[in-house]
């Protein structure tokens, strides 16, 4: 206790870094938050994991375990169940920055301003701070993947969190089982047979994922796997974007010094393997460098630990140049940026509250974002992204570019449609609808369709922000 007492500074200043900019950025949401939402309210309701009620079960949710988190808070209109997921990732994920800067504190060997650095680096991160609050799974996810790196001395109990956060993430799968063997060869170089139950117990958890998939759905992997297909390219030019703007990367260019402190190449290699499988899944659409926020704190740690074997100059320069690149971005575009960002969550409820008297006599709405349409309405949503839609994330094309035709509107019986304008409407105005250029394929297919033409009838402009953008509501007269 003593121990523990004498470094309550650290502590606090740990939780402080991931608060103060987690705060600043709370207003950030992301439109997928609201997906996991209306799962977990059709759960807590008795209705099953479906994403419409008079609809089949679906796999809208790559992070299976999250609506079953989310349940217990879920009993309640869908904003305020996403402002509860959005406190419970913000406290969640502050413990865990404080259990950090505990053992930043209780380091021995490394220089007291490296460990500040370190955790100031950590603050400078706009991701991390950004998904703190964005009401999805991946600060649990960080908090997760941040306790197994700090429990190296315990290598099985570092695998059961890895395994954890990789079922919440499953692209963490590999980050999980490199960093189980590693650690536990670590510990003892001997011994391969607990290295390989290590492996075992962190795949346990995505692979008990994948089997209840294929026992309900009849695919192991995530319907979003469909309905977004892998693009290497894509995940290239994501993972390195990434790895620039989460800034902590740059901390741990330094392999002399981690060859010193196995702990520390451990974690670096199962970032490496991180990024590898990011670039296999092809990167993702959401804003903040998502899918690589989980693994930057315990780069941060591994930063740390190597300090404590590395030059001192050497240190200097690679927390310098990570501190120089964090407030360069914050100048150029993260102050912006995050301001944007910020309002997110307040335009999407103004968005919400005006949409609801309109969509309320809809029985089935086809929209591309269907997250904040499903908090709208408990009607029937179709998404045409095919992210909660079997039938549609089989259909060529990504995610926004699905081959989704008007004839399939008509049969499925949508007598709603919404589409994004993001340049706002015409100067005729609504009537003027089928002027709109509309920047998303599937929405260009669809809005330029004679049969969409004939069929629809603008209803509403529902605009979204002070952008001037938003939807155009069709519906069948």
Not at 170 to 179: G, S
């Amino acid at each position: 206790m003593q121990r523990i007492g004498h470094r309550a500074p650290w502590l606090i200043a740990g939780a402080l870094a991931a608060a103060i900019p987690a705060l600043w950025m709370r207003g950030f949401t992301v439109d997928d938050a609201l997906i996991a939402v209306r799962y977990a309210r059709h759960l807590a309701a008795g209705t099953g994991w479906r994403f419409n009620i008079s609809g089949p079960s679906t796999d809208g949710v790559t992070p299976l375990p999250w609506p079953l988190i989310l349940v217990p808070l879920a009993r309640a209109d869908a904003l305020v169940v996403l402002g509860r997921a959005q406190t419970l990732g913000f406290a969640v994920w502050t413990i865990a920055a404080g259990a950090l800067g505990l053992a930043v504190g209780g380091t021995p060997g490394a220089p007291v301003w490296a460990r500040a650095g370190a955790l100031c680096t950590m603050a400078l991160s706009l991701p991390l701070a950004a998904h703190a609050v964005s009401g999805m799974e991946t600060p649990i996810a960080t908090a997760l993947a941040t306790a197994a790196a700090l429990l190296a001395s315990r290598p099985r109990l570092a695998a059961i969190c890895a395994g954890l956060a990789a079922s919440l993430r499953p692209e963490m799968v590999a980050w999980a089982c490199v960093l189980a063997f590693g650690l536990a060869i670590a510990k003892r170089r001997d011994d391969v047979a607990g290295a390989l139950l290590g492996t075992t117990v962190a795949a346990a958890p995505f692979v008990a994922c994948a089997m209840l998939r294929l026992a309900s759905w009849g695919r192991p992997a995530p319907l979003s796997l469909l309905a977004k297909p892998s693009d290497l390219s894509h995940g290239l030019a994501y993972a390195g974007a990434a790895c620039l703007v989460t800034i902590a990367p740059i901390l741990v260019l330094a392999p002399l010094a981690l060859r010193r402190v196995p702990e520390a190449l451990v974690i670096v290699a199962a970032f490496l393997a991180h990024g590898a499988a990011v670039v296999a899944a092809g990167g993702d659409w959401m804003p903040f460098a998502r899918l690589m926020v989980p693994v930057v704190p315990t780069l941060v740690w591994a930063f740390v630990l190597a300090s404590t074997r590395a030059h001192p100059a050497a240190t200097a320069a690679r927390l310098a140049l990570a501190m120089s690149v964090a407030v360069f971005l914050l100048s150029r575009y993260g102050w912006s940026n995050g301001t944007r960002a910020r309002d997110v969550g307040s335009d999407r409820a103004a968005l919400i509250a005006t949409a609801r008297p309109w969509l309320k006599p809809l029985r089935r709405i086809a929209a591309l974002d269907v997250g904040w349409v499903g908090a709208a309405t408990e009607g029937d949503v179709m998404d045409l992204a095919g992210l909660t839609d079997p039938e549609i994330a089989v259909l060529p094309g990504g995610h926004t570019s699905k081959r989704v035709d008007a004839m399939r509107l008509v049969t499925r019986g949508a007598d709603g449609l919404l589409l994004y304008a993001p340049e706002g409407l015409p100067r005729g105005g609504l009537e003027q609808w089928r002027t709109i250029a509309w920047r998303r394929a599937v929405e260009a297919r669809l809005g330029s369709d004679d049969v969409i033409g004939d069929r629809f009838v603008p209803a509403a402009w529902l605009p979204l922000g002070q952008s001037g953008g938003g939807y155009v509501l069709l519906r069948v007269p």
